[in-house]
């Protein structure tokens, strides 16, 4: 069974290098799984972050269900991820270190259940960036290059 991708945050890869990723599950309430059923997630500008020995994910939008009452969620409150305690003190130890941070690469779901893939990672410079922009526009004119040839020999 493979996994149902709910939102992806693409901007992570961008600003920055993913050192490790662990998949969470997440604690929701019964309108935000809904909510997610229909793919109505943002993880633009969220992070994660180690308080009081849980790890807790903040800024994710997840819009109110169509359909909800008046017990419908808060779409911006922060929410808590569940992770194994030996992964919680590995990552406390981790981010302690300078310029580590806990960003969400995706949410997701597994078997049912919502997960999100979150990454440790160190930010990236300027000019990283612009390196890592440069890299895959030479191997894309590569790829490039190579099927033209390709098609070249098949005449």
């Known amino acids: ?10 901007k992570a890869r961008h600003d ?3 050192l490790e990723t662990y998949e969470t599950g997440i604690a929701l309430v019964g309108t935000e799984v809904k909510s997610l059923r229909v793919g109505k997630a943002n993880l633009k500008d969220s992070y ?3 308080k009081n020995g849980e790890v807790w994910l ?3 939008h997840i819009s109110p269900y169509s359909h909800g009452n008046i017990f419908n969620h808060s779409p911006e409150r922060d929410r808590k991820l569940l992770l194994h305690r030996r992964e919680i003190r590995r990552l406390i130890g981790k981010t302690k ?3 580590l941070t806990l960003v969400p690469l ?3 779901f597994k078997a049912g259940r919502a997960k999100v893939e979150l990454g440790l990672a160190r930010g ?4 990283d ?8 526009d030479v191997e894309r004119d590569v790829r490039r290059e190579m099927r033209s040839r390709q098609r070249r020999l098949e005449r």
């Open 106 to 108: 995706r949410m997701y």
């Open 97 to 99: 270190e300078t310029g």
């Open 124 to 127: 990236k410079r300027q000019y």
């Open 16 to 18: 920055y290098e993913i």
């Open 129 to 136: 960036k612009r390196q890592a922009i440069a890299k895959r």
């Open 48 to 50: 994660a972050a180690v």
């Open 1 to 10: 069974m493979s996994d149902q991708n709910i939102a992806v945050n693409r």
């Open 58 to 60: 903040y800024g994710v």
